[in-house]
């Protein structure tokens, strides 16, 4: 899967796991669903959920013949652009950031520095 963002070279995260800045490229083994983050700059923090649904001939049982007797390899490639929403004027930098981000981040900021 490539994920792109729209403004480029936003970072990106999939399922927790930082792949670095956009586009990136995701191997994956299995279909499914993947919650991906992606933030930059002056811009919303945009949380996705992104459905990979399988092609036709990983379903059963079309399976059994491209996996076994096919004699070339298929590689199944999807493109995935997200885009990124501007801040507004006023707007604070953490916009997008969920209720838990958003107390972790208030502790950081108040904790004292260390080795005091």
Do not use: C
């Not at 999807?78 to 885009?83: E, F, I």
Request: aromatic share 8%; hydrophobic share 40%; proline share 10%.
């Amino acid at each position: 899967m490539i994920l792109r963002s729209d403004p480029p070279g936003a970072t990106v995260v999939v399922n927790g796991d930082e792949l670095g800045v956009a586009p990136a490229k995701l191997h994956f083994e299995t279909y499914g669903t993947f919650e991906v983050v992606m933030s930059a700059p002056h811009y919303r923090r945009l949380h996705a959920l992104v459905p990979v649904r399988p092609p036709w001939y990983e379903r059963i049982p079309f399976d059994f013949f491209s996996e076994t007797l096919w004699p070339r390899t298929i590689h199944d490639e999807h493109l995935v652009t997200l885009k990124l929403d501007p801040l507004t004027e006023g707007e604070a930098a953490g916009a997008g950031l969920d209720e838990r981000e958003r107390q972790l981040q208030e502790r950081v900021l108040k904790a004292p520095p260390e080795g005091k």
